[in-house]
């Protein structure tokens, strides 16, 4: 079974950029695993991000961009603001099976 | 406006079973697949498989196959989850999530359902 790794926690200052990455056990990502990014705030559902490796849903806000890089899946947030503290997570398709990353807790200090 | 609307928490005890229903409201419900999600305390999403909402055709992941049931009620719009022969390691929210169109999965979830297994 396919594993999905992501960066367990990242750091990043108020109006900075920081990019989380997704890889995958079988080889480098492309867009035919179809990466999801979802952010998850505690007590509260996951809310989708992007879709279909950069695609953002009608309420994703500008600032969240999605990417393919160095054979993983990206996603950047540029400007950060505080309320983009929260746990994010990484979905690929893969084998017949959506598969989620374990998740990567980022920090705005 | 689209919304799912699960059912409450659940304090179970081992060697029980629970149900777990996922209510569709502002959309056509038997377009829609439903995949189910697991989030056990202090781990990752996992996804347990989805539902066809249009002919009922269940897909379990691995590890969610024999005691993992889905089921549904079309004349009501409800997706339901069912649990059988529980374990603390089951203790988890369990979540619905719609797979919308154009490639936009899990586009809309349930606010999670909190099951708890204890003796």
């Known amino acids: 079974q396919t594993v999905v790794t992501q960066e367990a926690s990242l750091t990043v200052s108020p109006g900075g950029a920081v990019t989380l990455t997704c890889a995958s056990s079988?080889?480098?990502?492309?867009?035919?695993?179809?990466p999801n990014w979802f952010q998850q705030k505690p007590g509260q559902p996951p809310r989708p991000l992007i879709y279909?490796?950069?695609k953002r849903h009608s309420w994703t806000p500008a600032r969240f961009s999605g990417s393919l890089l160095g054979g993983r899946a990206a996603l950047t947030l540029s400007g950060v603001q505080p309320e983009d503290e929260a746990e994010y997570h990484c979905?690929?398709?893969?084998?017949?099976?959506?598969?989620f990353g374990g998740g990567t807790k980022l920090t705005v200090l | 406006q689209v919304q799912l609307v699960q059912s409450g928490s659940e304090l179970t005890k081992p060697g029980a079973s629970v149900k777990v229903s996922c209510k569709g409201s502002?959309?056509?419900?038997?377009?829609?697949?439903l995949n189910w999600v697991r989030r056990v305390p202090g781990q990752g999403l996992e996804w347990m498989g989805w539902?066809?909402?249009?002919?009922?055709?269940?897909t379990y992941a691995q590890g969610f196959t024999g005691r993992f049931v889905f089921s549904l009620d079309t004349s009501i719009g409800a997706a339901f989850l069912q649990i059988s022969g529980l374990t603390p390691e089951d203790s988890a929210v369990y979540y619905c999530?719609?797979?919308?169109?154009?490639?936009?999965?899990?586009?809309?979830w349930g606010q999670g359902s909190l099951v708890t297994v204890s003796s």
């Open positions: 999530a719609r797979d919308g169109l154009g490639g936009e999965v899990f586009d809309y």
């Open positions: 979905l690929l398709y893969s084998g017949d099976a959506q598969v």
């Open positions: 279909n490796t950069d």
């Open positions: 079988t080889g480098p990502v492309t867009s035919s695993f179809y």
């Open positions: 539902i066809n909402t249009n002919t009922g055709s269940p």
């Open positions: 502002g959309y056509a419900f038997s377009s829609y697949a």
